[in-house]
């Protein structure tokens, strides 16, 4: 029988073709189920962390409760804030439900962020006081139970009945088929039921809840309508050509303040103004032009945006720092009544270099905070504040009263003494009631601008 050696080498190669893709396959597989064993090793260990980190800040907060030591609760207090601060980093490794993760991360941001206050407290000489214990224990009950959940939940991960990995693989299939994934396969309702619960907390701290609730204070007047509001566009717009200026219909913007979106073309760009229902204030304004070269100076940026907040009623505003990036200025404004500097009252503003036209305004910060404020006369003298900070300062450049907002929104009347370590500037802030140093920043001086850190 004679053999048709034509086909022979195309089904050798065939063969040889079909072994080498099967072996890259099978490799490609086993590579796959080691990535997926390694993943499931690494969220293993990020939950078994996370439990660990719960159990300590529990224990912790049990020995702050009957420690009679302001010292030694300094210690205990800010251990539990580094627990609560490495839980939550091990927390969000975990491929556990959204709401699972939102609800134990806020009960840790804030029963850390509650302990590092009080711990800053008791460095301040104050004792816990009752109202501060009670909310403590009542942490401290929902920490073991967390803990409690946890550790059932570790017994089914040491059984062999929860499966890391196909946690994953479920919530991947999941996202393909478009489906929401309302519940892991882990259970973890009880723990969510439970978090419900937490006390509301109001404290000096930036999760502190009543910050969630602040209203705007520096709103004025009745509401107006959005197309009052429409009306009023053309005054926020700097340089309008008047020969093409359009305004959008507008959008109702929610949030913490109410306000219309118009989109504005002119011929000096495109710009996106927000105005504030209630009384139909300027909250923010954008212009994305590019901006090309420079042709003023710093000075007359500053002068341009001093003159452009008076315009439009936000007055008294001094520039504070200021800064310029691609042929922009970027210039900070703080409101100044007599001769006291208030940082909470902030206001924004960009000015194009090339031709002097606002680009930018951001007022939120002073919308939030600017109010009619009572200044009580300083405990300490400014003489007084100069000696406290020549310990540390070599040469002290200027001193002048200051309020300033700490994280959870407090004010603080201070004096601002800005001075040098030999060539670099600082700023150190001195509570002109305690004499306490409230906070330290650095003043960077470039080519660029000056600001602080």
């Known amino acids: ?39 499931g090793n690494t969220f293993q260990q990020s939950f078994l962390e996370l439990v660990e980190r719960i159990e300590e800040m529990e224990v912790l907060m049990g020995k702050s409760l009957v420690s009679t030591s302001p ?48 711990a800053r407290q008791n460095a301040d000489g104050k004792v816990l006081t009752a109202e501060e214990r009670q909310t ?19 017994n089914e991960v040491l059984a062999g ?13 999941a996202l393909r088929e478009e489906q929401a994934r309302d519940k892991p396969d882990i259970n973890l309702d009880d723990l969510s039921d439970d978090l419900t619960k937490v006390p509301t907390l109001i404290y000096d701290g930036p999760f502190s809840d009543h910050i969630n609730e602040r209203q705007p204070q520096g709103l004025k007047g009745e509401e107006v309508s959005r197309e009052t509001a429409r009306e009023r566009v053309r005054d926020f717009i700097d340089g309008a050509d008047g020969n093409k200026f359009s305004v959008s219909e ?14 504005v073309e002119t011929g000096n760009g495109v710009y996106s103004v927000d105005i504030s229902k209630k009384g139909g204030s300027l909250v923010s304004l954008l212009n994305n032009r590019e901006v090309y ?9 500053v002068k341009k945006a001093q003159e452009y907040l008076a315009d439009i009623d936000y007055t008294d505003m001094e520039p504070t720092f200021s800064e310029v990036k691609d042929n922009i200025a970027y210039i900070s404004f703080a409101y100044q009544q007599d001769d006291i ?38 405990e300490l003298s400014e003489e007084e504040a100069r000696e406290l900070a020549s310990s540390t300062l070599e040469e002290i450049e200027s001193v002048r009263l200051a309020v300033i907002p700490t994280s959870s ?24 009631e305690t004499g306490n140093e409230e906070e330290i920043l650095k003043v960077i001086l470039s080519e660029t601008g000056t600001f602080a850190l």
């Open 1 to 39: 029988m004679k053999i048709n050696r034509s086909w022979i080498i195309p089904l050798v190669l065939a063969l040889v073709l079909v072994g080498i893709t099967a072996y890259w396959g099978y490799d490609q597989y086993r590579e796959k189920e080691q990535l997926q064993i390694y993943m």
């Open 71 to 118: 010292r030694k609760n300094i210690v205990l207090l800010t251990d539990i804030w580094s627990h609560a601060n490495t839980a939550q980093a091990e927390l969000n490794k975990l491929p556990l439900a959204a709401q699972t993760v939102y609800d134990v991360s806020k009960f840790l941001s804030q029963s850390g962020d509650f302990a590092h206050s009080l």
């Open 136 to 154: 403590l224990s009542e942490l401290r009950q929902h920490a073991i139970r967390i803990s409690e959940l946890l550790q059932e939940v570790e």
């Open 161 to 173: 009945r929860v499966d890391w990995v196909n946690m994953v693989k479920s919530t991947r299939r």
């Open 250 to 263: 507008g959008t109702t913007v929610n949030g913490r303040i109410g306000a219309y979106n118009f989109q």
């Open 293 to 301: 070269s420079a042709k003023i100076s710093m000075e007359d940026a």
């Open 341 to 378: 500097i208030f940082y909470p009252d902030i206001i924004n503003v960009q000015i194009a270099m090339d031709n002097g036209q606002v680009l930018a305004v951001e007022a939120q910060n002073y919308l939030m905070s600017h109010k009619e404020r009572e200044i009580n006369e300083a």
């Open 409 to 432: 929104l407090r004010e603080v009347f201070t004096y601002e003494v800005r001075g040098k370590v030999g060539e670099e500037i600082y700023i150190i802030y001195i509570n002109a």
